[in-house]
Structure formats: C-alpha cells, structure tokens
C-alpha cells in the first residue's frame, strides 16, 4: 500500500524479516519535507553506517489517531513482520481533545497486539501546546509514561526534546520540525533505540 514506504535501498541489507517499523503520525512521516530528509530516512542510514543488518520501513500516515493506528495495524503485522516498532501515535488525539482514556486504551492495545507477536516496543511520547491547558497537557505527557510502566516498554517521553522550542528549528505551524530540527529527532531516538537493536542482533538479526 502507498503508505508503506521501505528506505532500504541496498541488496546488501538483511533478510526481510530484519524490519524496524516506525509507526506514527505526521511528526514521522515527513510532514513538509521531503522525505529523504525526515529522521525515519535519517535513521536508515545510521543504521546502516553503524553495521546492523535491519531495514527501516515508515508506516506512518499524516493526520493518524490512535484510533486509526489500531484498526490498521494488524495488516501492516502482516505484511511487514517487523522485529522491532517504533510506536509515535496520539498528538492527532491530543490535539482534537479527545479523552484520554481512550488514547490511553489505544495505545495499551497496540502495545498488547505488537508484544504479542514478539515485537519489541519503543514508546515515542509527544507534547501538547501549553493552550490546551494544563491538566489535559500534563496528564497527556505523563500518559506516556504509564503505558511504558504498565507494558514494560522502552520510552523517549519526548520526541520532539530540543527542539520543539528552539528557533529555527520548526516549521510555521509550530507543530512540525524543518529539515534542520530532524537531524536532533534522530539523536533524541538512537540512544532509546541502540539496546533493542543491539538485542535483536545478538538473538540472530
């Protein structure tokens, strides 16, 4: 499906079933960039410069809820039989101020069905502008947090660490990083990443 986009360009890359899946919203998808220059291209290519035998596939999809990660998850399971999910889904939710409690059981869902068939899980939690208030922001960001304790997954609380406040560093929306802000969300998700890499590689990646 279109939505499915592989970055791994090289023969030399190992066997199909070595897929890191990043599964998110527009923050992941490359909105306003091209995509070569998005973290999830970034991500291939460190990938690849540090040795490890994995093939980045982006599935995710600008304007995605967590309502509508879930209902399309278990075809891309199927399709994409990945080892590892990078799971950045819910400031579509947040910013409709939809009710946190079904966010919440969204997630836990997709976490549940990913953990299930073996996948391991890194959690990308994400922030919601200071005007949606401060009890639904603070109960929103510490969202994050409950699921990666109650599932037991790895967690980056914040994607957008960094650079969601710095000059420069966002497009005019105020949403979404540039180009130049990618570079950081890259470095922000490889410290989170490398343990689950490193892993899958020694369980026979």
Do not use: C
Not at 1 to 14: E, G, R, V
Not at 92 to 107: E, I
Not at 151 to 171: H, I, S, Y
Not at 176 to 191: C, D, K, M, R, T
Request: aromatic share 6%; charged share 15%; net charge neutral.
């Amino acid at each position: 499906m279109a939505w499915l986009i592989a970055l791994a360009t090289s023969a030399a890359l190992a066997s199909q079933s070595n897929v890191i899946l990043v599964y998110g919203d527009s923050l992941s998808a490359g909105y306003g960039i091209r995509v070569e220059q998005g973290w999830v291209s970034l991500l291939q290519q460190k990938i690849l410069q540090e040795g490890y035998g994995f093939r980045v596939v982006n599935a995710s999809v600008s304007g995605e809820t967590t309502a509508g990660g879930l209902s399309r998850l278990p075809h891309v399971l199927s399709v994409q039989q990945p080892r590892i999910v990078l799971l950045e889904l819910g400031a579509n939710d947040g910013l409709r101020g939809l009710p946190l409690t079904q966010t919440h059981a969204n997630l836990d869902q997709m976490i549940r069905q990913l953990q299930t068939h073996g996948v391991a899980v890194l959690l990308l939690g994400v922030r919601l502008p200071p005007n949606y208030g401060e009890r639904y922001t603070h109960e929103f960001a510490a969202m994050y947090d409950q699921l990666a304790a109650e599932r037991k997954t790895a967690l980056l609380p914040f994607l957008l660490e960094r650079v969601a406040l710095t000059p420069g560093l966002m497009q005019e929306d105020g949403l979404h990083p540039n180009a130049q802000g990618q570079p950081l969300l890259l470095e922000n998700v490889w410290p989170r990443l490398l343990p689950l890499l490193r892993a899958a590689a020694s369980a026979g990646a």
